[in-house]
């Protein structure tokens, strides 16, 4: 599905500075092969759903904040990309754009200037370095949320930017769209309806149950399929041990 937009995101890279915005994000999963055992797995699972045989596009949200959603679809991304696949990262969360601090990506057109029209999505799209020194193989094409207030997503035509999005996603083997919390704004909502698919964030230790059922009755009304949800930030010292006999296969073997 790679197209000549994923194509010239690939050169846009490779003219960057070495290092200029490699994701903090991926740090631990290079370092942890548990960590990125884990996001292949996922990212595996994500492949297989029905909903993704057809689309490419996932909104990643959570019930509340700090979940860790925004974790979850960088990390996601960079598995794709690690897997050769073109992914497309996009910072949905208007009103606390940690994507865009992260990626460096501050002060641009992004998401919002797209779904209004005012911007073509290629003019939008920066590529990023998933890694420190990983020129053109673990790249992410990035979108900013964009410079406008989100206040504005009232004045979206949401036939013309579903139409818009799918045409973007196109050009792409993945996508994933990071949202503000459920319960917290609107915004997601209004997002589920261009995605093919939800992935819903639950952080181990402070999801409350009662919230996470009314964002997913929420979710359930827009009518966007939900693919399943992640128990992220899982401690064993505080919730107990995990089903995982085989962690000592990651050790590095002895000589």
Same mark, same amino acid.
């Given at each position: 599905?790679a197209?000549?937009?994923?194509?010239?995101?690939?050169k846009?890279?490779?003219?960057?500075?070495?290092?200029?915005?490699a994701?903090a994000f991926?740090?631990k999963? /290079?370092?942890?092969?548990?960590v990125?055992?884990?996001?292949?797995?996922?990212f595996?699972?994500?492949?297989?759903?029905?909903?993704?045989?057809?689309?490419n596009?996932?909104?990643?949200?959570s019930?509340?904040p700090?979940?860790?959603?925004?974790?979850?679809?960088?990390?996601?991304?960079?598995?794709?990309?690690?897997?050769?696949?073109?992914?497309?990262l996009i910072?949905?969360? /208007?009103r606390r754009?940690?994507?865009?601090?992260?990626?460096?990506?501050?002060?641009?057109?992004?998401?919002?200037?797209?779904?209004?029209?005012?911007?073509?999505? @290629?003019?939008?799209?920066?590529?990023?370095?998933?890694?420190?020194?990983?020129?053109?193989?673990?790249a992410?094409?990035?979108?900013s949320?964009?410079?406008?207030p989100?206040?504005?997503?009232?004045?979206?035509?949401?036939?013309?930017?579903?139409?818009?999005?799918?045409?973007?996603?196109?050009?792409?083997?993945?996508?994933?769209?990071?949202s503000?919390?459920?319960?917290?704004?609107?915004?997601?909502?209004l997002?589920?309806?261009?995605?093919? @698919?939800?992935?819903?964030?639950?952080?181990?230790g402070?999801?409350?149950?009662?919230?996470?059922?009314r @964002?997913?009755e929420?979710l359930e @009304?827009?009518?966007?399929?939900?693919?399943?949800?992640?128990l992220?930030?899982?401690?064993?010292k505080?919730?107990g041990?995990?089903?995982?006999?085989?962690?000592?296969y990651?050790?590095?073997?002895?000589?």
């Amino acid at each position: 599905m790679a197209t000549e937009s994923a194509a010239q995101s690939a050169k846009a890279l490779a003219r960057e500075p070495k290092n200029r915005a490699a994701f903090a994000f991926a740090q631990k999963m /290079l370092e942890s092969p548990e960590v990125a055992e884990a996001y292949e797995a996922l990212f595996g699972d994500l492949r297989l759903a029905p909903p993704l045989q057809s689309g490419n596009a996932i909104l990643v949200t959570s019930a509340a904040p700090g979940e860790g959603k925004t974790t979850v679809a960088t990390c996601l991304a960079i598995t794709a990309s690690r897997a050769g696949r073109t992914a497309l990262l996009i910072d949905g969360d /208007l009103r606390r754009p940690a994507l865009t601090a992260e990626a460096g990506s501050a002060d641009t057109p992004g998401f919002l200037e797209v779904i209004l029209g005012e911007v073509d999505a @290629a003019d939008a799209i920066r590529p990023v370095a998933a890694a420190p020194d990983s020129a053109g193989v673990g790249a992410v094409s990035v979108m900013s949320g964009g410079r406008k207030p989100p206040m504005l997503l009232g004045a979206v035509d949401w036939t013309r930017a579903r139409s818009a999005f799918r045409a973007m996603s196109q050009g792409f083997d993945y996508v994933f769209l990071d949202s503000p919390p459920i319960l917290a704004a609107n915004d997601a909502l209004l997002f589920a309806g261009v995605v093919d @698919a939800v992935l819903l964030v639950v952080g181990a230790g402070n999801g409350n149950l009662d919230e996470i059922r009314r @964002a997913k009755e929420q979710l359930e @009304a827009i009518g966007t399929p939900i693919v399943g949800a992640v128990l992220n930030r899982f401690e064993p010292k505080l919730h107990g041990p995990s089903n995982r006999p085989y962690s000592g296969y990651y050790q590095p073997a002895r000589a």
